[in-house]
C-alpha cells in the first residue's frame, strides 16, 4: 500500500533478514529476542523495523530488529501504527487534506424545557 505522500512500503531484504538473525543468535547458537531477551521458537520471529517504514524507517540491518512474535512485537506494532496514524492526521489536517464539515441532516432532537429549579415555587409535599 502506497503511504500518503506516495511512499511504497519497503519490506527487508533477505539478507538484511539473515544478518539481523545472526545478530540474534550471538554467541548462543539459537536466536533470541531483541526486546526482550527470551528464546524464539521457529514461527516466533519477526523482523521489525525500529524506526517504523512509515515514518521514514530504511530497511537496513541497523534498523532492522529481530522480535518475538508475542513478546514485543505486538506492543510496538500497535504504538507504531498509532504514532502513524497521528503522523497522518497532522498532515491531512496541514495540508488542507481532510473533507469540508458539512451540516446535520436532521432537525436534531427537541430541546427540553428549561428547569428553574431556583425560581420555581415551592411545592408542598403532602
Ligand atoms: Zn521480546
Redesign the pocket.
Known sequence: MTSLRGKERQEFPAAVKRAAFRRSCGNKGFPH?E??G?PLRSGEIIYEHVQPDGLGGTPTADNCKV??LK??AAPKTKDDNARMTKADRVLRKNYGLVPAKRKIQSRGFPRSPKQHMATRPIEKRS
Do not use: A, I, M, P
Open positions: 529476542c526486546g526482550c527470551k522480535f518475538g513478546c514485543c
